[in-house]
Structures are given as structure tokens and as C-alpha cells.
């Protein structure tokens, strides 16, 4: 008899212990019960090497993918943190490496549902790349063996509408210089003001594509992983009032 039942019928969810979906996780999800690994593991335990390393970007993708849909559809995986950060404590395996922004509304971890160890997340005012990033999310793939880059940009982001304002603030004033060139190219019919909400997310589109491909351009080591198809960089948009994050293709 299985362990556990889910209401939804035959189909086991396909989580491993992280929330991620993959190789390793469809084996043991179409293995017989009886061989299954402690079924309700994604809620105490985390990413193992083996599990991780079974994994393709586009698999973690689909898996990030399956993550937010739980969270819109209020289906998020509970989780034992308390666990979690035991089994963590003494490795990590994380699968992707966000870079988002400081905005307290867009929580990765939480959007994504997934637990600890599960994700590097970096995060700055208006997702932008510095050297400093960079060499974080060179350490999360290069070194960690994160596959996924993901620059995550949202909805109505304050640094966005700053830049488009011309701020001026202490050290504000050279972070939003950086998000400046998103809004020389976005191509927008209407009034470019900060107050309009579809402006502001068309130049926070802009933003994503611009630091993805300067991720690229000053990153040669990301760029030649992303070559080898060892990792993939990706963009995407989260939108605060559904709760949904919209990939960039
Ligand atoms: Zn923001």
C-alpha cells in the first residue's frame, strides 16, 4: 500500500525533496510504491547533488514554472524549514541563481514555492548586473553547479519608475543610472511617465532583456556555460496583482 494518497488520483506529484522536478524524480515517481524514497520528503528535506545534477535547465525551468502556478493557485508545498535547515546545513545544491529585485513583494523563494537550498538568490534595486553580481552568479553556476540563470524583473518596480524620474539620491543615483538604457530602448506609444503603470512595466521588460544580455556580453564565463547548454539564462516578469510569472521567450 503507498505511503502517502493525493487527492488528485494515481498521478504522484513529481517533486523530489526540493521542489524540483526531473530525471531522477520521474524514475522514482513511476517506480512501484514500494520503492518510492519517503514520499513527503519535498516538506523536510532539500536538494541533494544527485538529484540536482540529474537535472536540465529546462527541466528546472519547468519545475520553477510548476512552482509559481502552485503559488498563484494558493497550493504552495508546506514545508518543515526547521528541517530543511538541518539538512542543508552541512551542503548545498542549489539548481538556479535569481538575480530580482529588493522589492519586498516578490519573495523568490516564496513565488517559486520552493524550500531551502533550493535556489542562490541575488537581489539589488531593478535587477540590474554589476561586477559584484556577476561574480555571484559566476560562484552559484560555475562553482555551485546552478543551471538556471533567471533575471526576474516585476510589475511596477519603484527603481524602474526612479530611473524614469530621474532620481537623484546618494548612491541611488549611479544604481539607477544602470536601468537608464532600458529606458532609451523601449519603444512605447503613449505617455512615457513614471504614472503610467504599462510604461513602467514595458521599460521593466526592457531592463530584464538588457541585464540578460549583459550577463552575457561581461560574463564570458555564464556565456560559454550557457553555450555548452550546461546552463541557461533566462528572463521573466512577475506581476504583483496576480501573482503570476510571465517567462520571457
Ligand atoms: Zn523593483
Do not use: W
Request: proline share 4%; net charge positive; with cysteine.
Amino acid at each position: 500500500m503507498p505511503r502517502t494518497t493525493y487527492p488528485q488520483g494515481a498521478r504522484r506529484p513529481l517533486l523530489t525533496r526540493g521542489g524540483f522536478l526531473g530525471a531522477a524524480a520521474l524514475a522514482s515517481a513511476l517506480a512501484p510504491a514500494s520503492a518510492l524514497a519517503a514520499p513527503m520528503s519535498a516538506l523536510s528535506q532539500t536538494l541533494t547533488k544527485a538529484e540536482r545534477d540529474a537535472l536540465s535547465p529546462a527541466d528546472i525551468l519547468a519545475a520553477m514554472k510548476q512552482g509559481n502556478e502552485r503559488f498563484r493557485t494558493g497550493k504552495s508545498t508546506p514545508r518543515d524549514y526547521a528541517a530543511q535547515q538541518r539538512a542543508t546545513a552541512a551542503g548545498q545544491y542549489p539548481a538556479a541563481v535569481i538575480l530580482g529585485c529588493i522589492d519586498s513583494r516578490v519573495p523568490a523563494e516564496i513565488v517559486f514555492d520552493v524550500g531551502i537550498g533550493d535556489m542562490f538568490i541575488a537581489r539589488v534595486a531593478g535587477n540590474v548586473v554589476n561586477d559584484d553580481m556577476l561574480g555571484s552568479m559566476e560562484f552559484a553556476c560555475a562553482v555551485s553547479g546552478a543551471k538556471l540563470v533567471l533575471v526576474l524583473g516585476h510589475a511596477a518596480c519603484g527603481a524602474v519608475k526612479g530611473a524614469i524620474d530621474d532620481v537623484e539620491l546618494g548612491n541611488l543615483t549611479g544604481l539607477l543610472a544602470r536601468i537608464k538604457p532600458a529606458i532609451t530602448q523601449t519603444d512605447f506609444k503613449g505617455e512615457k511617465s513614471s504614472k503610467d503603470q504599462a510604461y513602467v512595466d514595458a521599460v521593466a521588460q526592457t531592463n530584464v532583456k538588457l541585464t540578460m544580455a549583459l550577463t552575457r556580453q561581461r560574463s564570458p564565463i555564464l556565456a560559454d556555460l550557457e553555450k555548452k547548454g550546461t546552463i541557461q539564462i533566462a528572463g521573466a516578469m512577475y506581476d504583483l496583482r496576480t501573482g503570476t510569472v510571465d517567462f520571457l521567450s
